[in-house]
């Protein structure tokens, strides 16, 4: 007998028919003993969730506009919720309360936590687990920066009282006791957390996909699932744009060495995806873990003659970077050059500017700007012990007509980056995967 911790995100308890579902894939593991939930998502599409409501509730309120309706569209879900899964919490009752603290003025950060607490109250009931408030255990500072010691010390001595528990994701609390919520996806980051101070076998976090796919399903149709993924490789697929789940949100999992399994709600026979420390073996054949991709990215490309001589010159381009407060992506160089790459969106009108002091602190022989340029990151530790594999890449995206700008391969030979045209990533992405995938 071990122990799991499961995180069901808000499709997965978006309504009684998603929560029954979850009931059964609890209760067909008796090693799931501490369920950590989101509000209520999307039913359907043109639905809103939960938490979105509350947001408009609360930013209604502050500008003197009725909210009644608003709010009442959250009270009719959990009411039905509450009869459909013919358990009697009084919601009514915790509704009010909301409500009273609305009109008084309460913070932002409340009002939409309130979505996670209602949820965790009735998941509760409905599966005879005991109740357990993540404010007070799940800790942050007076400037809203998350404990992590102080929430794992709280969390295992509450998590010591209750042999089965339902925990809300999303919220702890600040020093004064006031709800403190964590960005977008706080829930995941709660399920983490509490994997580590159960110092679970597993984390299990339940959403609506079948873990994470070679590729964006929305590129590569019938995209294979990856079973098996290292934490260093998540990262490098979540950073060139993977959304299943981001690596930081795994944090605490990952220092306490606690392999993550990323499953379906609606398909619990499907095995998912197991995100471990280390790469696991990859399927017969196969060389890659997974592609991703990103739009828009700027290149700077510098030429100086003896730039290898010459000391200082890349702490310099960090330093210009650092002025202007943008982040440098890439770096790849050369005996002579250095391709300075970044994002778009942190230029912010600026490009003219930022060339214009490289130029004056740099003096380079020449500049080159390429701008509206796709970065695709083909990643995966099978990589590095395979020869060739950067010869069928390059390959591939020549059959296809691709023009390649750019060329980055980490140090750890994990992964090879290339540049192309924005225009070029979807049928760039399609063609590496032709040539890996079988």
């Keep these: 007998m071990g122990i799991k911790v499961a995180k069901f995100g808000g499709s997965s308890v978006a309504d009684a028919i998603q929560i029954g579902k979850t009931k059964k894939i609890i209760e067909a593991d008796p090693d799931r003993k501490y369920i950590v939930v989101s509000a209520p998502g999307k039913r359907f599409d043109g639905d809103t969730k939960i938490t979105d409501l509350l947001y408009l509730c609360k930013t209604h309120r502050e500008h003197n506009l009725p909210y009644e309706q608003l709010f009442q569209v959250v009270c009719d879900r959990y009411k039905v919720t509450e009869v459909n899964l013919e358990v009697e919490v009084n919601i009514r009752k915790y509704l009010d309360e909301i409500r009273e603290n609305l009109e008084k003025g309460t913070t932002a950060d409340y009002v939409a936590s309130r979505g996670e607490y209602l949820n965790a109250i009735l998941i509760a009931a409905y599966l005879g687990y005991d109740f357990v408030d993540a404010a007070g255990l799940i800790q942050f500072d007076a400037k809203g920066r998350l404990l992590p010691e102080e ?23 600040s020093p004064d006791g006031s709800v403190k919520t964590f960005s977008r996806g706080g829930s995941d980051i709660t399920g983490a957390l509490v994997a580590r101070a159960a110092e679970a076998d597993v984390y299990e976090n339940w959403t609506d996909v079948s873990g994470v796919l070679v590729a964006d399903p929305r590129i590569v ?83 100086k003659n003896m730039l290898s001589d010459e000391r200082g010159f890349v702490r310099r381009i960090a330093g210009i970077l650092e002025d202007f407060d943008i982040s440098l992506e890439h770096l790849p160089t050369g005996i002579d050059t250095v391709s300075v790459v970044i994002s778009e969106d942190s230029i912010d009108g600026r490009l003219d500017e930022i060339v214009e002091e490289f130029r004056q602190q740099l003096k380079p022989d020449t500049i080159d700007v390429i701008e509206h340029m796709a970065l695709i990151a083909t990643v995966g530790y099978g990589m590095s012990s395979r020869p060739g594999v950067s010869a069928a890449l390059f390959s591939a995206l020549a059959e296809e007509g691709v023009n390649i700008r750019m060329i980055d391969q980490g140090s750890s030979e994990m992964n090879i980056i290339v540049g192309v045209e924005n225009d070029d990533l979807e049928r760039s992405i399609k063609a590496i995967y032709r040539a890996f995938i079988k």
Excluded at 242 to 250: P, R
Excluded at 271 to 295: N, S, V, W, Y
């Design 151 to 173: 929430t794992d010390r709280a969390l295992k001595e509450e998590l010591k009282k209750h042999e089965r528990a339902v925990i809300p994701g999303f919220y702890g609390s």
């Design 221 to 303: 149709e019938g995209a294979k699932p990856i079973s098996t993924i290292s934490y260093k490789e998540l990262r490098e697929l979540s950073y060139m744009g993977a959304s299943v789940l981001h690596e930081d949100a795994i944090y605490p999992a990952r220092a306490a060495d606690i392999p993550v399994n990323i499953r379906n709600t609606n398909r619990p026979q499907d095995e998912g995806t197991l995100i471990t420390a280390e790469a696991g073996p990859l399927e017969d054949g196969q060389i890659i873990t997974g592609i991703a991709g990103r739009k828009n990215f700027t290149v700077i490309a510098l030429y």
